[in-house]
């Protein structure tokens, strides 16, 4: 593993291990840092993960009327000496892991589903 790498996970045990009472418990901590972002939403999470070389991964994972986890991503790896990029598409469930990757030359594209972010005071703005 990548000492960044470690270091974010280290960071993520911590805060899980000192977090407050909230009133509406969460499964992450919300983590924006330089190349990484992870974004609890509810019971479900959201996490994105940029690469220096150009990879990135984006996957949310989301808890089904049964209690099962649902886990959706993607990773894009840029091969630039090459012009192509290699994506694999995955998810996962109780009904086990399906992965389908693509390799070509054409832009990559990210998962439709991407949750957009405000902030507190955004929100507070929009409504009035």
Do not use: W
Not at 20 to 25: D, G, V
Not at 62 to 75: F, P, T, W
Not at 93 to 102: I, Q
Not at 108 to 128: I, Q
């Amino acid at each position: 593993m990548s000492r960044d790498f470690c270091a974010l996970l280290a960071i993520l045990i911590f805060s899980l291990a000192n977090a407050a009472p909230q009133t509406s418990p969460t499964i992450v901590p919300q983590i924006r840092t330089n190349g990484f972002q992870l974004e609890p939403l509810n019971q479900e999470y959201f996490l994105r993960i940029e690469h220096p070389g150009g990879t990135i991964r984006q996957e949310s994972v989301s808890q089904n009327e049964a209690g099962h986890l649902q886990v959706k991503g993607v990773i894009n790896q840029p091969f630039e000496d090459q012009g192509a990029n290699l994506i694999v598409t995955y998810a996962a469930g109780p009904n086990g892991y399906v992965a389908k990757y693509s390799y070509g030359k054409k832009p990559p594209t990210l998962p439709p589903d991407t949750p957009l972010f405000l902030s507190p005071t955004a929100l507070k703005t929009t409504a009035g």
